[in-house]
T-cell receptor, first 118, second 110 residues
Framework: DGGITQSPKYLFRKEGQNVTLSCEQN?????MYWYRQDPGQGLRLIYY???????QKGDIAEGYSVSREKKESFPLTVTSAQKNPTAFYLC?????????????????FGAGTRLSVL | GQSLEQPSEVTAVEGAIVQINCTYQ??????LSWYQQHDGGAPTFLSY????GLEETGRFSSFLSRSDSYGYLLLQELQMKDSASYFC???????????FGQGTELSVKP
């Protein structure tokens, strides 16, 4: 079955610690994305990557870092510089639809990782 | 910056029809998508409009008016399982990132 796998499902961070959230996809998608969702809020883009070895900052990149060494993997590190990391983190991937009606950019999401601070 | 506006919550009864509106900024706008997210779950794609008009997918339809910078999601024959948050999201360049609205929480009552 094709899909996106995020791990772990729950993660706890101690103060001053860096933690890494895993995201793997076997959909052969070029683009991958990381979002942060706070309770009752929408999705805010942290980082995105449209091709291997390249990525761009989203709207709230401060305190986070990513790498894209392989097409199927896009890990997110929440660094100690992120002072309010408690949130639901969602990873997504997409394959651009080249149909006549335009680029849909349908994004497929993983089940998410809930990060809390100890 | 680019942003989308949608109502924070909507309540309807089972079997009814509900419309969730979304307005967006036009600069560089390319298309409007809709996603559904059940509590604690992953968002899933529902519909997409790049051109004016109605797109129908079963009980769900989505509409876009580029001249009014406005779109909506129409849910018919509401079921309890439709209780969820619904997000509009806009593409501002071909194949690029999406900008999501804050989400509309739909509650379907018996």
């Amino acid at each position: 079955d094709g899909g996106i796998t995020q791990s772990p499902k729950y993660l706890f961070r101690k103060e001053g610690q860096n933690v890494t959230l895993s995201c793997e996809q076997n959909l052969n998608h070029d683009a991958m994305y990381w979002y942060r969702q706070d309770p009752g809020q929408g999705l805010r883009l942290i980082y995105y990557s449209q091709i291997v070895n390249d990525f761009q900052k989203g709207d709230i990149a401060e305190g986070y870092s990513v790498s894209r060494e392989k097409k199927e993997s896009f890990p997110l590190t929440v660094t100690s510089a992120q002072k309010n990391p408690t949130a639901f983190y969602l990873c997504a991937s997409s394959l651009r639809d080249r149909s006549e009606r335009g680029a849909k950019n349908i994004q497929y999401f993983g089940a998410g990782t809930r990060l809390s601070v100890l | 910056g680019q942003s989308l506006e949608q109502p924070s919550e909507v309540t309807a009864v089972e079997g009814a029809i509900v419309q969730i509106n979304c307005t967006y900024q036009t600069s560089g706008f390319y298309g409007l998508s809709w996603y559904q997210q059940h509590d604690g779950g992953a968002p899933t794609f529902l519909s997409y409009n790049a051109l004016d008009g109605l797109e129908e997918t079963g009980r769900f339809s989505s509409f876009l008016s580029r001249s009014d910078s406005y779109g909506y999601l129409l849910l018919q024959e509401l079921q309890m399982k439709d209780s969820a948050s619904y997000f509009c999201a806009s593409c501002y360049n071909q194949g690029g990132k999406l900008i999501f609205g804050q989400g509309t929480e739909l509650s379907v009552k018996p």
